[in-house]
């Protein structure tokens, strides 16, 4: 079956960055689209960026010039490279196959605050 597990998430203050990893096992990873989902304290889950099978990227307007998502499909990894970190990114990150495929992983939680 499809298994998700996210990791490098952490404590940061604003304007500083971090990168998150997300390690995929049941499916021919290269061929799917991955995307990375924010969900913030109380709030609904929502796509954050999104990397196509061709390496084509698509973002949210809340994160356009600070967010790069990659892929490294040797690795089955999909990357989320956060830079230039707000308060209002805080959140629990999650990845997921689009459409998705599977449960959701445990996650991993980004805390921006100073």
């Known amino acids: 079956q499809v298994q998700l597990v996210e990791s490098g998430g952490g404590l940061v203050q604003p304007g500083e960055s971090l990168r998150l990893s997300c390690a995929a096992s049941?499916?021919?990873?290269?061929?799917?689209?991955m995307a990375w989902y924010r969900q913030a304290p109380g709030k609904q889950r929502d796509l954050v960026a999104s990397?196509?099978?061709?390496?084509?990227?698509t973002y949210a307007d809340s994160v356009k010039g600070r967010f790069t998502i990659s892929r490294d499909n040797a690795k089955n990894t999909v990357y989320l490279q956060m830079n230039s970190l707000k308060p209002e990114d805080t959140g629990v990150y999650y990845c997921?196959?689009?459409?998705?495929?599977?449960?959701w992983g445990q996650g991993t939680q980004v805390t921006v605050s100073s």
């Open positions: 997921q196959t689009r459409p998705r495929l599977g449960s």
């Open positions: 049941g499916i021919i990873f290269s061929s799917r689209t």
């Open positions: 990397i196509f099978s061709s390496g084509s990227t």
